[in-house]
């Protein structure tokens, strides 16, 4: 049973499993995209993400726990440089896995990994689109009648009391 297994085995032993998710993710940050397979791809966006998220904190600590598993200080640079800057604003999701086919040899699941570029925008259904627009409709009609009244109060004239208009005669005198 994999009760609370939390990795994928995807080589012998662990140490050639965390140097093999280690070189790959310096090439991910190095170059912009790797192929492997798909366990392989699958394992590595779980750290690109958690790289990524570090570099956004910014902080020394952060610097240093990139440094523990990167341990290439070019590519530590650009993530906490380059990379930080282009996803600050984006809240997760920095990696996309595309699917290329087979491998010949042995029929396995080829994938292409990416660091995601474009901006993120959503499209918003023609139901949305109505419903936002009666509710920017029902706003306006109600931002006119807060200020309609208030309006009235400030056009009516302020009468003035018997000392303003006193002062006012003894000054012009």
Do not use: C, W
Request: proline share 2%; charged share 40%.
């Amino acid at each position: 049973m994999r009760h609370r297994k939390i990795s994928r085995k995807l080589v012998s032993t662990t140490e050639h499993r965390i140097a093999l998710l280690r070189n790959m993710v310096t090439d991910l940050f190095r170059y912009g995209k790797v192929t492997t397979t798909l366990a392989k791809a699958k394992e590595l966006r779980r750290i690109a993400d958690k790289m990524i998220t570090l570099a956004k904190k910014g902080d020394l600590a952060s610097r240093r726990k990139a440094l523990g598993f990167i341990r290439d200080k070019g590519v530590v640079r650009k993530l906490f440089g380059e990379l930080k800057e282009k996803y600050l604003d984006r809240p997760g999701g920095y990696t996309r896995i595309i699917r290329i086919g087979p491998r010949r040899g042995d029929g396995s699941q080829m994938v292409l990994i990416e660091l995601v570029e474009e901006k993120l925008s959503f499209k918003t259904s023609k139901i949305k689109k109505e419903r936002l627009k009666k509710v920017m409709e029902f706003i306006e009609k109600k931002k006119k009648e807060l200020t309609a009244p208030s309006q009235l109060k400030e056009e009516k004239p302020k009468e003035k009391s018997s000392e303003e208009s006193s002062q006012e005669v003894s000054k012009e005198t």
